[in-house]
């Protein structure tokens, strides 16, 4: 840990306008994402088969994989610093510095999301009981979660 660590968490912490979204707040966010892209996929796979005139048996895995990273990176890297489902929670994903997520830390912690699913969402709750309330994917990614004060 170098000494400008602790100076740039600070000024986080220190934040006048924010604090640490906690784990209830974070769920409702990612319940709201989830009904989207659910909401999303099934509007597309109607308009495909009304094209098609034929069923869509359903979206190959990789379709799904990369609309799911597109949503959670794109929105995470982007101006709104959140995903649609945050906004509506108001909370925003920043850097440890309180800076907009470039489009690879936000990667970084999509593939952290998938870790923290794959060890049955202890991943997840790590947010509940971590002193900046961070998953394991935030702690990966050196990733905060804020909420306005």
Same mark, same amino acid.
């Given at each position: 840990?170098?000494?400008?660590?602790?100076?740039?968490?600070?000024?986080?912490?220190?934040?006048? #306008?924010?604090?640490?979204?906690?784990?209830? /707040?974070?769920?409702? !966010?990612? !319940?709201?994402?989830?009904?989207? #892209?659910?909401?999303? @996929?099934?509007?597309?796979?109607? &308009?495909?088969? @009304?094209?098609?005139?034929?069923?869509?048996? $359903?979206?190959?895995?990789?379709?799904?994989?990369? !609309?799911?990273?597109?949503?959670?990176? $794109?929105?995470?890297?982007?101006?709104?610093?959140?995903?649609?489902?945050?906004?509506?929670?108001? *909370?925003?994903? +920043?850097? #440890?510095?309180?800076?907009? *997520?470039?489009?690879? /830390?936000?990667?970084?912690?999509?593939?952290?999301? *998938?870790?923290?699913?794959?060890?049955? $969402?202890? $991943?997840?709750?790590?947010?509940?009981?971590?002193?900046?309330?961070?998953? &394991?994917?935030?702690?990966? !990614?050196?990733?905060? +979660?804020?909420?306005?004060?």
């Amino acid at each position: 840990m170098t000494s400008q660590e602790p100076a740039r968490d600070a000024a986080v912490v220190d934040d006048p #306008l924010h604090t640490y979204a906690g784990f209830w /707040r974070r769920l409702l !966010a990612f !319940a709201l994402d989830t009904l989207v #892209l659910v909401v999303s @996929a099934g509007i597309l796979i109607g &308009l495909v088969g @009304a094209l098609t005139g034929e069923p869509v048996q $359903g979206p190959h895995r990789w379709v799904a994989f990369l !609309a799911q990273w597109a949503y959670y990176a $794109g929105f995470e890297s982007s101006s709104w610093r959140a995903t649609p489902g945050k906004r509506l929670c108001s *909370l925003i994903v +920043v850097d #440890l510095d309180g800076r907009q *997520l470039t489009l690879q /830390r936000a990667t970084l912690r999509f593939a952290g999301e *998938l870790l923290s699913g794959l060890l049955l $969402g202890v $991943g997840y709750l790590m947010a509940a009981f971590t002193s900046r309330k961070q998953a &394991l994917h935030d702690l990966i !990614a050196g990733t905060l +979660v804020l909420r306005p004060r």
